[in-house]
């Protein structure tokens, strides 16, 4: 779909000089070599050899990031990076989930992180990026509340090994996606319909074994900075009808309240305090709070919701009626991200957060010269990065920006149809071509200014 941007009447905003410009990956969509160097199986091979994949693809290759990182790093540096979000594959660095650790492993990411070092840019590890090692979910994955001891010792086998280089460390990415969308809704690994309960036992289970993880991290090496990465969207109901109005209320608390309220505070949200009393055991809000130094949003869009009986938790989406919209089919709601990080600030008081993920699909085309003009994706993130300036001038603490992504990359259940990099990628020859997007962002790091 082709829809002209919108011209958005928001002031011009110069950065601050300390804010922190990059891109986030994950090492499943991008890194490819899954049966190389001693890798175990991820739930996320499992799916995809199930043909769950829409265009039939695997992650196989992916970017061929594996072999190719320093080509990337390169054209991070030449964009003027300073910081830059990866993920960890467990099943690389422990291909069981938890005993034997892959000498392999560990040393891809010391190639890895050494290089981004020598870049110059910031490197910030995420130890969970959706690649449960199937071992483990052969043992009940996230159901299982034994899963937070095999989660804090690879927290600690990583921190270990690469801490003294990697000041920042966080432990999930998501866990609302990798609950709803892993377990409530089956659309990605590992693929399970559970049920309400079901959903709430997964998110409860990622706060423990994130509770846990900071603590090992925390005794293993001190001076590390600790964050986890939540997947934002402000739930609005679809009519003022009271069922809608309380549908968005459950849906926000299911999505946005749990993972924040279960880090930030060591609580569960009021509406779901009943459901969740047979899940949350004695000690645990003591045990899944932490006073973390800098939390990750992602943002994509708001979500509107109604009152749809049948549904997880009686949720169902309703129309956003945007004028814009993506190549995932999803609404552009720039102030979306401004009206998030406002209420953020006065929910939680004010703590230090950064956008770890903002970007767009959309069907880029190549033109007969071999560019990649994407004027949608410029206006995508133009727009989005303004609304942060206008935070910023609001009085809220965001440290940086970084843009979801780099490379185009195996966006999970789509494969490889949907493209979100400022950087193509040809996956017939694995070139890499910069877009327009990746022109302009480098522009508005140079300059720290977008206009
Ligand atoms: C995830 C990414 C994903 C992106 C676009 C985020 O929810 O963290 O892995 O590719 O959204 O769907």
């Avoid at 870049?119 to 199937?134: F, N, S, V």
């Avoid at 149809?417 to 302009?440: A, C, E, H, M, N």
Wanted: proline share 6%.
């Amino acid at each position: 779909m082709s829809v002209a941007p919108a011209v958005s009447a928001a002031p011009a905003r110069t950065f601050p000089k300390d804010f922190f410009w990059g891109a986030s990956s994950a090492a499943y969509q991008i890194e490819g070599a899954t049966e190389e160097d001693g890798r175990g199986p991820s739930i996320w091979d499992t799916f995809t050899a199930r043909g769950l994949i829409k265009d039939g693809s695997s992650a196989r290759v992916a970017c061929d990031h594996y072999h190719r990182f320093a080509e990337d790093i390169a054209l991070m540096k030449q964009a003027g990076f300073t910081a830059y979000r990866f993920s960890l594959a467990w099943p690389r660095i422990l291909p069981a989930g938890r005993g034997a650790v892959n000498p392999a492993g560990l040393a891809f990411y010391d190639r890895l992180v050494d290089e981004v070092l020598k870049a110059g840019i910031r490197p910030m590890a995420c130890l969970y990026h959706w690649d449960l090692p199937q071992a483990l979910e052969d043992e009940g994955g996230w159901r299982n509340r034994a899963i937070a001891d095999a989660f804090a010792d690879y927290a600690r086998i990583a921190v270990a090994r690469l801490g003294d280089r990697v000041p920042d460390w966080f432990t999930l990415n998501e866990p609302n996606v990798v609950a709803i969308n892993g377990h409530g809704s089956a659309d990605h690994a590992p693929g399970l319909r559970l049920g309400d309960q079901g959903v709430l036992t997964v998110l409860h289970h990622q706060n423990l074994a994130q509770g846990d993880a900071f603590r090992a991290m925390q005794a293993e090496r001190s001076g590390l900075r600790f964050g986890t990465v939540c997947n934002l969207q402000p739930a609005r109901p679809e009519s003022d009808r009271p069922e809608d109005r309380a549908a968005a209320i459950r849906w926000d608390a299911v999505w946005n309240r749990v993972p924040l309220d279960g880090v930030l505070r060591g609580a569960v949200p009021d509406v779901l305090a009943e459901s969740m009393q047979e899940i949350v055991q004695p000690g645990d809000l003591e045990r899944i709070r932490f006073p973390i130094d800098l939390l990750g949003i992602n943002y994509y869009s708001r979500m509107t919701m109604r009152y749809e009986p049948g549904r997880l938790f009686d949720v169902g989406w309703g129309d956003p009626h945007a004028e814009r919209y993506t190549g995932m089919g999803w609404p552009v709601q720039p102030d979306g991200l401004y009206d998030l990080l406002l209420e953020f600030k006065q929910l939680y008081g004010n703590p230090a957060v950064f956008i770890a993920e903002n970007g767009a699909a959309y069907d880029d085309v190549v033109s007969p010269d071999g560019a990649v003009h994407d004027p949608e994706r410029v206006a995508f993130l133009r727009d989005h990065i303004r609304e942060v300036g206008r935070a910023l001038a609001a009085g809220c603490n965001v440290k940086g920006y970084l843009v979801w992504s780099l490379l185009d990359n195996f966006e999970w259940a789509e494969g490889l149809t949907k493209r979100f990099g400022i950087v193509r990628v040809d996956y017939d020859t694995l070139t890499r071509t910069p877009k327009d997007s990746y022109r302009w962002f480098a522009e508005t790091i140079r300059t720290g200014h977008v206009a």
